[in-house]
């Protein structure tokens, strides 16, 4: 019983950092229409911002986070602009091979800068823990911590796109650029702000993913990115609640593999239920298919 | 108010219009008619600024609107209700009608709101409820809030009874009169060239990607080419 409260909490909490990292992939697929596979290897960045901010400046760690997103949000805008916007009107295959020619990019960038060595992440939030049930249940400070970033986050994206202008904008935009535009929407600057909202997000990921494992290479994001890419489209792309759906209900059935049956197959086993997903329901779970009237 | 000048348009290698010159004026509703495939959305869209003209120009309140991109357009007062509607489908009627008034200060929004309840009853009923719920003639009714809730000195309408049942066709004619009354100058495109005729103070007959014909509303209608190419007789 004990065994299947830690798997189920260290599930929730591995499956809330992929939640966070889909609603990168979600929000600008809504929007953009793409796929930005680099979107893994902003979380990677993130983390190497953190890490250098602690180790070799000395700062706290929470200065090292707002670094960090700071960093990420400037990137994820700064690839928007050079990368993908030339590309605006190209076939989505060349935006798409765009996006995995940049993923590389920031992989080789991050081993030029920090090598290829393996660093030590000190996790932000500390190592403690809480033991519950007389010590049988723990339950990590950076397992909370990673929860409650989650929740946050999704309830603060959730509010700012029904109730803000330039959320609501972000909707309409994600519905019809035409449209859009004719109500006065800037378009382009709708497409580099949800980069620079999915890069933060990517950033806050990266810090939790690490304070996790505490290991960081500079293709540390790549699987969580593909993971959360996975996530995204079994909760329904384009969906926030779906992003969050999916991340959860990803980590827990990783976890659950790694557990009880093997870590060999987690993948195979992630990736086996997102086919009978897409099978059943092509949208996702929570994925939307409103029909149009003509 | 908008004088466009010698335009034209390519979608790739296709000359799709050819020369076409046209304005209207303050206060007027001014018809562009024509079969399908003619060119009038087309026309709409590169006024709008969505689609541009290689040569020519378009000048709207004596503003070249040569570059200015699609969406600094309507800040200069042009309302573009496009063809199909095209209502954001996954929001409410409320958050469609405050997206037309994206460009408007805050407090401009209550009122308009209530203008466009007042003009539309039916979609103050269904505020809270997503547009894709709604019939195409609330649909279309929609469309019609959302470009006036921008104050607009012009609003053009890209065939606003285009799948609508002959007494909402009616019911959007009598809008569209009531909207001109009240001083709003109209350019609308239609298929319906008899009642898109009916209304119009002046119309410009288009035949693919050129202008035919122009004169009063009334004069079209008794012009015995466009009685047989488009009042069926």
Same mark, same amino acid.
């Given at each position: 019983?004990?065994?299947?409260?830690?798997?189920?909490?260290?599930?929730?909490?591995?499956?809330?950092?992929?939640?966070?990292?889909?609603?990168?992939?979600?929000?600008?697929?809504?929007?953009?229409?793409?796929?930005?596979?680099?979107?893994?290897?902003?979380?990677?960045?993130?983390?190497?911002?953190?890490?250098?901010?602690?180790?070799?400046?000395?700062?706290?760690?929470?200065?090292?986070?707002?670094?960090?997103? /700071?960093?990420?949000?400037?990137?994820?805008?700064?690839?928007?602009?050079?990368?993908?916007?030339?590309?605006?009107?190209?076939?989505?295959?060349?935006?798409?091979?765009?996006?995995?020619?940049?993923?590389?990019?920031?992989?080789?960038?991050?081993?030029?800068?920090?090598?290829?060595?393996?660093? /030590?992440?000190?996790?932000?939030?500390?190592?403690?823990?809480?033991?519950?049930?007389?010590?049988?249940?723990?339950?990590?400070?950076? $397992?909370?911590?990673?929860?409650?970033?989650?929740?946050?986050?999704? /309830?603060?994206?959730?509010?700012?796109?029904?109730?803000?202008?330039?959320?609501?904008?972000?909707?309409?935009?994600?519905?019809?650029?035409?449209?859009?535009?004719?109500?006065?929407?800037?378009?382009?600057?709708?497409?580099?702000?949800?980069? $620079?909202?999915?890069?933060?997000?990517?950033?806050? $990921?990266?810090?939790?993913?690490?304070?996790?494992?505490?290991?960081?290479?500079?293709?540390?994001?790549?699987?969580?990115?593909?993971?959360?890419?996975?996530?995204? /489209?079994? +909760?329904?792309?384009?969906?926030?609640?779906?992003?969050?759906? +999916?991340?959860?209900?990803? +980590?827990?059935?990783?976890?659950?593999?790694?557990?009880?049956?093997?870590?060999?197959?987690?993948?195979?086993?992630?990736?086996?239920?997102?086919?009978?997903?897409?099978?059943?329901?092509?949208?996702?779970?929570?994925?939307?298919?409103?029909?149009?009237?003509? | 108010?908008?004088?466009?000048?010698? @335009? %034209?348009?390519?979608?790739?290698?296709?000359?799709?219009?050819?020369?076409?010159?046209?304005?209207?004026?303050?206060?007027?509703?001014? #018809?562009?008619?024509?079969?399908?495939?003619?060119?009038?959305?087309?026309?709409?869209?590169?006024?709008?600024?969505?689609?541009?003209?290689?040569?020519?120009?378009?000048? &709207?309140?004596?503003?070249?609107?040569?570059?200015?991109?699609?969406?600094?357009?309507?800040?200069?007062?042009?309302?573009?209700?496009?063809?199909?509607?095209?209502?954001?489908?996954?929001?409410?009627?409320?958050?469609?009608?405050?997206?037309?008034?994206? #460009?408007?200060? =805050?407090?401009? @929004?209550?009122? %308009?709101?209530?203008?466009?309840?007042?003009?539309?009853?039916?979609?103050?009923?269904? =505020?809270?409820?997503?547009?894709?719920?709604?019939?195409?003639?609330?649909?279309?009714?929609?469309?019609?809030?959302?470009?006036?809730?921008? %104050?607009?000195?012009?609003?053009?309408?890209?065939?606003?009874?285009?799948?609508?049942?002959?007494?909402?066709?009616?019911?959007? &004619?009598?809008?569209?009169?009531?909207?001109?009354? =009240?001083?709003? #100058?109209?350019?609308?495109?239609?298929? %319906?060239? =008899?009642?898109?005729?009916?209304?119009?103070?002046?119309?410009?007959?288009?035949?693919?990607?050129?202008?035919?014909? #122009?004169?009063?509303?009334?004069?079209?209608?008794?012009?015995?080419?466009?009685?047989?190419?488009?009042?069926?007789?």
């Amino acid at each position: 019983m004990m065994t299947f409260l830690t798997n189920l909490v260290s599930g929730i909490s591995l499956g809330s950092v992929y939640a966070i990292i889909a609603l990168g992939y979600t929000m600008v697929y809504g929007i953009a229409k793409m796929l930005n596979f680099a979107h893994g290897d902003v979380i990677m960045v993130g983390a190497y911002i953190s890490f250098c901010t602690t180790s070799y400046l000395a700062l706290p760690a929470w200065v090292s986070v707002i670094f960090a997103i /700071v960093v990420c949000t400037a990137l994820g805008v700064v690839i928007e602009g050079l990368a993908y916007k030339p590309l605006r009107q190209a076939g989505s295959l060349a935006v798409l091979i765009t996006a995995i020619g940049v993923s590389y990019f920031l992989q080789n960038a991050a081993q030029l800068i920090w090598t290829s060595n393996t660093k /030590v992440f000190t996790s932000v939030v500390g190592s403690g823990s809480i033991k519950l049930f007389n010590g049988q249940l723990t339950i990590t400070v950076a $397992a909370l911590v990673t929860v409650a970033a989650c929740i946050i986050i999704m /309830v603060a994206l959730t509010l700012f796109t029904t109730t803000t202008k330039m959320g609501k904008a972000m909707r309409a935009c994600s519905e019809d650029k035409g449209a859009a535009q004719l109500m006065g929407i800037n378009v382009n600057r709708t497409i580099s702000m949800t980069f $620079a909202i999915g890069s933060a997000l990517a950033a806050i $990921a990266g810090v939790l993913l690490c304070s996790s494992y505490n290991t960081l290479i500079p293709t540390t994001g790549a699987m969580p990115g593909i993971k959360a890419f996975t996530a995204a /489209v079994f +909760g329904g792309i384009g969906s926030i609640p779906g992003a969050l759906l +999916g991340g959860i209900l990803l +980590g827990i059935i990783e976890v659950f593999t790694n557990s009880y049956l093997s870590s060999e197959l987690s993948l195979a086993i992630v990736f086996g239920v997102l086919i009978v997903v897409l099978l059943v329901r092509p949208s996702g779970l929570l994925g939307k298919y409103v029909p149009e009237k003509v | 108010m908008l004088k466009v000048n010698d @335009i %034209n348009v390519y979608y790739g290698a296709i000359h799709a219009i050819k020369g076409v010159s046209f304005e209207v004026n303050d206060g007027e509703i001014v #018809t562009l008619i024509g079969a399908n495939g003619a060119g009038k959305s087309t026309i709409l869209n590169t006024v709008c600024g969505l689609l541009r003209s290689r040569t020519g120009s378009i000048e &709207f309140l004596d503003k070249n609107l040569g570059s200015i991109p699609a969406h600094k357009i309507v800040e200069l007062g042009m309302a573009h209700v496009p063809e199909g509607r095209r209502v954001f489908l996954q929001m409410t009627v409320e958050e469609n009608l405050e997206m037309g008034a994206y #460009t408007q200060p =805050r407090s401009t @929004i209550d009122p %308009n709101l209530e203008r466009v309840y007042d003009q539309f009853p039916r979609l103050k009923e269904r =505020r809270k409820q997503i547009a894709g719920t709604l019939s195409g003639g609330e649909q279309q009714m929609l469309a019609m809030g959302r470009g006036l809730m921008s %104050n607009p000195k012009l609003l053009m309408l890209d065939e606003p009874s285009m799948g609508l049942a002959p007494i909402l066709v009616e019911q959007i &004619f009598d809008i569209i009169k009531r909207l001109h009354e =009240r001083g709003t #100058t109209i350019l609308l495109v239609e298929q %319906n060239a =008899r009642m898109a005729l009916s209304v119009a103070d002046r119309g410009y007959v288009l035949e693919t990607g050129k202008i035919v014909a #122009t004169g009063t509303g009334g004069e079209l209608l008794r012009d015995e080419a466009v009685k047989r190419a488009y009042l069926g007789g």
